[in-house]
Structure formats: C-alpha cells, structure tokens
C-alpha cells in the first residue's frame, strides 16, 4: 500500500469552559501521514499550538485502542467520524483527502456539558449506573459457568449489550439527545442473565428516573443512536428496556 | 413505580404515544374500510347505510368519544414531547448528523402538523354536517330514504365536497403525510410497547411498510375518484 501525506484544514469547537459561550476556531495541519490515527492528527496540532504559544484543544481519551469510551469527537456530523462500528481513536486519517476541510465538534447535548473545547462531563452516566445498574444480591461464589442455567443465545445477547463502552456518542447521536440506547444496553445486560432476575424491577425504575433527572431526552425510535454506536448496540434493546418498564409498572408496589 | 411515574417519565409518555397511535391505526382500518364501501358503485347506498349505522348505534358513538380523546392525547402529548425533546439541546451541532435516521422518522411533529391541519378540514367537511347539522345554522345533510328508514346522504356530501379541486389537493397531501407517519410511527408504536423478539419485529416493520402505503392510497383514492367521476 502506497503511503501518503495530506494537508487540511480543521475547523475545531474551541470553548473556555462550561460558563463561556465557545466557537469555531480554523486550524491548518501539514504533512499528516494516512497511516494516523485521528487522535495523532490531533497531537500534532496540539504541538504545533504549543510551539507557537497557543492554548492546545483540550479532548478526551484514554485506552486509544477503542475500548474505553473516553475519545468523544463529533466529526463531520457523526459521533466518532466517518467510519461504521468505530471510535475517534481507532479512525484513522486514511479516511479524508488531501485539502479537506473536517468539523470538529464536542457531544453536544445539556445533560453533557462542555468543560473545555471538544471535552464534555459524562458523569451523568456514571449517575445512571450507580442508580441501579449493578447486582447487589448475593450470587455467591464464581461458580462453574456450565452449571449456569442460561442458553447460549441469551448469553450472547447479554454479552452483546455488555460492549457498550459508554462513550455517549448515542447521546450525541440523537435528535432528542436520549440516552436509551445506553440505559437500554445496561438494563439488557443484567436483564437477560439470571442473576439480574431478583432487581429487574427495582433497576430499571430507578435508572429510568435517574436518566430523566439528568436532562436526557425521550426516545422516538429514530435509529440514529445505532447508526452511530462504535459497539453496535442493537436498538432492539430499548424496545426489551420499554418492556422492562411496563411489567415494573404494572406489577411493581 | 406508580401509575403516574409510568405514564409521565420519558419512557411513559413514549407509552401514551404508542399506545394512543395503535389505537389511531386501529380506527384508520375501520375508517378506511367503510369509507370503501363507496367503490360499491350503487349510487352510495351501501356506504350512507354505515354512516347510517355508525351514527345511531351506541357502541360507535362511545368509541367515537374514545377517538377524540385518544387524538387529543396523542397531539398533545406529541407536541410536548417534541418541545421537551427540543429543549435538551441548547447549543446545536454546525453539521446535523442525518444520515443514521430517515428523514420522516425526524419529522414526525409536522408530518403530524400537517395531518392536524387536514383533520380540521376533514372534520368540519363531513363531521360537523352530520353529527350537528341542523342546529344552531349548520348546514344540515341531505337524506335519503330506504326501506323506510331516513339515512343521511353522506355519500351525495362527498360528491359535492370533492368538487373543488383544491381541497381534492389538500386531502391527497394530507394522505401521503399519514403515509410517512405510518411508515415511521408502525413499527415505532410497537418497539414503544415492548417488543423486541426480533422476528415478531420483522413482521411489524414490514406490515407497517404495507399499511403505510396501502392506507393512504387507499384513502387517496376516494376524492381523486369523485373527483374524476370514476364512481357512479
Ligand atoms: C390518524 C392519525 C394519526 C396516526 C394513525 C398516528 C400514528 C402514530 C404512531 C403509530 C406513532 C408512533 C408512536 C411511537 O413511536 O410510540 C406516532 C407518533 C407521533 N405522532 Fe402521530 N398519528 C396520527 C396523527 C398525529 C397528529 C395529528 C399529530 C399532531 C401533532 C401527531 C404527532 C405525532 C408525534 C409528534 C409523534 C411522536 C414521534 C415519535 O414518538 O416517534 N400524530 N403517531
Ligand atoms: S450504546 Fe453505543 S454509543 Fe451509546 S454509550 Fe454505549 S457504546 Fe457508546
Ligand atoms: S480512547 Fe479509549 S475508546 Fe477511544
């Protein structure tokens, strides 16, 4: 594979802190190898503002191998780039030409707000799992897993809600900034497994309510939040989430 | 959780919109269905002996009552939820992230606008005429009469109503935006209620493909063919 270098301009969301209001400053980075990654892109430019006694961009990550959920960048007008089933950190600059001019935004959403540039305060969601998104009966032991009684399908579904790294790029995603495709991934996870079973109810009451104290939006089915996820967390899960709340509603005291 | 909790958190009120939609899909089938009856072609008969029978039966006219709750319901918990929604965002994005959604599945409040627009129309052209014509200087209908019992000639009010070319235009417009509320609001009314067994999920999406199309046109149909004088 032949390797190439490209010019472009970066239009990034520069903003103080959460009490000032921000704006688009423009950038120009040279010489940016196709083999990088987003977040190396973004090192440089941070260098380059260094060098020259500028304030570098201040942006979130963490594990840069796409499994911490800290890399939030809007990119183009979609969470985390271009790219399917994918985070800012694993995009990689192959994915623009020469010239391009690329958008750089921070989750924007009010129950996200921005601390400083594209870096916005996700403790909302550590709210909403502290809010029941645990078990807390006693399950006793690691036990043998083949004693479990759980078929394979529902383990792998579970397993699948599971990867939701928290990233928020459903959030951001979202016309409604809702974060069902979150909360959906969390209550499902525990849902399907049978030690989630005793809390089910206590759960996702308590999550739904805590969810909606923090400012999120309801959910209208769009799709937009799947489309984006980087784990693909399928939208069937909000659908099995609503189902979680109706036999709460109707049974729980 | 009480009632109240279930029926007004973010979740809830998605329940009240999903629930209130089925039941609006449920009365297009019987609306549609006896409004077909004028492709009978016997000069109305068939069709005047539903209205006929939807007006003076008891169990219509409480149903009826049921529909215009169940409307109000869904538009103004529609238009709440849309606001509420809104308000969520107050600093906006300076490129819109809309390729990960249809565009009717984001525009459900004026497609539903521009139904609520039709439905005032709609309801002052056939509704007012029959349930209060005659009091208090409404037009009343005219009537027909057979075997004896007086019905309301409907049918005769659809044949002048669908003279007029233009609101012939305002009703077809206002059928392809149910159609695109449908093909959207279907298979999202049933994910709202809980269901995610994927294969039942299938079935609904594409069904709603089908009603969404079959339905409007069907509804279409009805002024474009008196308008054209293809019934007799
Ligand atoms: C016969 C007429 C109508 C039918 C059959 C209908 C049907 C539906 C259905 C099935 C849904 C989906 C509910 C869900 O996702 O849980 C929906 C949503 C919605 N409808 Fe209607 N609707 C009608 C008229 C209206 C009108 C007149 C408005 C006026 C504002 C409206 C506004 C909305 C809104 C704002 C939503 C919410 C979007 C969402 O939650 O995805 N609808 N409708
Ligand atoms: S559901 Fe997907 S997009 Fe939303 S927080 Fe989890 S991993 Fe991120
Ligand atoms: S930095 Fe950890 S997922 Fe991107």
Redesign the interface.
């Known amino acids: 594979m032949s390797h190439t270098t490209m010019n472009l301009n970066l239009?990034v969301w520069r903003q103080k802190n959460t009490k000032t209001a921000?704006a688009?400053q423009m950038y120009r980075v040279e010489n940016i190898s196709d083999e990088m990654s987003f977040l190396e892109m973004m090192d440089i430019l941070n260098e380059q503002l260094i060098t020259t006694g500028g304030e570098p961009v201040a942006f979130d990550h963490d594990c840069r191998e796409g499994i911490c959920g800290m890399c939030s960048m809007?990119i183009?007008?979609?969470?985390h780039g271009p790219w399917q089933a994918n985070t800012t950190c694993q995009l990689h600059m192959r994915a623009f030409k020469d010239n391009d001019t690329i958008?750089i935004?921070p989750w924007?959403?009010?129950?996200f707000p921005v601390i400083k540039d594209l870096t916005v305060d996700r403790s909302a969601f550590d709210r909403i799992i502290q809010a029941g998104g645990y078990i807390s009966v006693n399950t006793g032991n690691a036990v043998d897993g083949n004693s479990l009684p759980i078929e394979k399908s529902k383990a792998d579904e579970s397993f699948a809600a599971a990867m939701c790294i928290g990233c928020g790029a459903c959030v951001?995603?979202c016309?409604?900034?809702?974060a069902?495709l979150f909360l959906s991934a969390k209550v499902s996870h525990l849902a399907l497994l049978p030690q989630g079973g005793p809390e089910r109810?206590t759960r996702v009451?308590n999550m739904?309510?805590q969810?909606?104290k923090e400012?999120?939006?309801?959910?209208?089915?769009?799709?937009?939040?799947?489309?984006?996820c980087p784990k693909e967390i399928s939208?069937?899960?909000?659908?099995?989430?609503?189902?979680?709340?109706?036999v709460?509603?109707?049974t729980?005291e | 959780?009480t009632?109240k909790?279930?029926f007004t958190?973010?979740?809830?009120?998605?329940?009240v919109m999903g629930f209130t939609g089925i039941f609006l899909i449920l009365f297009l089938i019987v609306h549609a269905g006896l409004n077909a009856t004028i492709f009978a072609n016997d000069g109305g008969l068939m069709f005047n002996k539903a209205g006929h029978f939807m007006g003076s039966n008891a169990v219509p006219r409480i149903l009826e009552i049921g529909l215009f709750l169940g409307i109000f319901l869904h538009i103004y918990q529609g238009y709440l939820?849309t606001l509420?929604?809104?308000?969520?965002?107050?600093?906006?994005?300076?490129?819109?992230?809309?390729?990960?959604?249809?565009w009717y599945?984001?525009s459900?409040a004026i497609l539903g606008t521009l139904i609520l627009l039709f439905l005032i129309a709609h309801i002052y052209h056939f509704w007012t005429p029959s349930r209060l014509g005659g009091m208090g200087g409404i037009k009343a209908l005219g009537e027909v009469e057979h075997n004896g019992v007086i019905l309301h000639n409907l049918y005769a009010e659809m044949d002048l109503v669908f003279t007029n070319p233009y609101i012939v235009v305002l009703y077809v417009l206002a059928c392809g935006s149910l159609g695109y509320h449908l093909a959207?609001g279907f298979?999202?009314a049933?994910?709202?209620?809980?269901?995610?067994n994927?294969k039942y999920?299938a079935m609904l999406t594409s069904l709603g493909y089908g009603f969404a199309i079959f339905i409007p046109l069907l509804f279409a149909s009805m002024p474009i063919s008196f308008y054209f004088d293809w019934i007799k």
Do not use: W
Not at chain 1, 108 to 111: D, E, F, H, L, Q
Not at chain 1, 235 to 246: C, G, S, V
Not at chain 2, 9 to 15: F, N, P, T
């Open positions: 239009k921000g688009f809007y183009n007008g979609k969470p958008v935004e924007r959403a009010n129950a951001a995603a016309k409604n900034s809702s069902m109810k009451t739904v309510a969810l909606d400012g999120f939006g309801a959910c209208t089915n769009t799709g937009a939040c799947e489309a984006a939208i069937a899960n909000i659908a099995r989430l609503n189902k979680e709340y109706i709460a509603g109707l729980a | 959780m009632f909790q279930m958190s973010s979740v809830g009120k998605k329940l939820l509420e929604n809104k308000s969520k965002r107050a600093v906006g994005y300076a490129v819109n992230y809309d390729k990960g959604s249809k599945s984001r459900m959207h298979q999202s049933f994910k709202t209620i809980g269901v995610h994927k999920h």
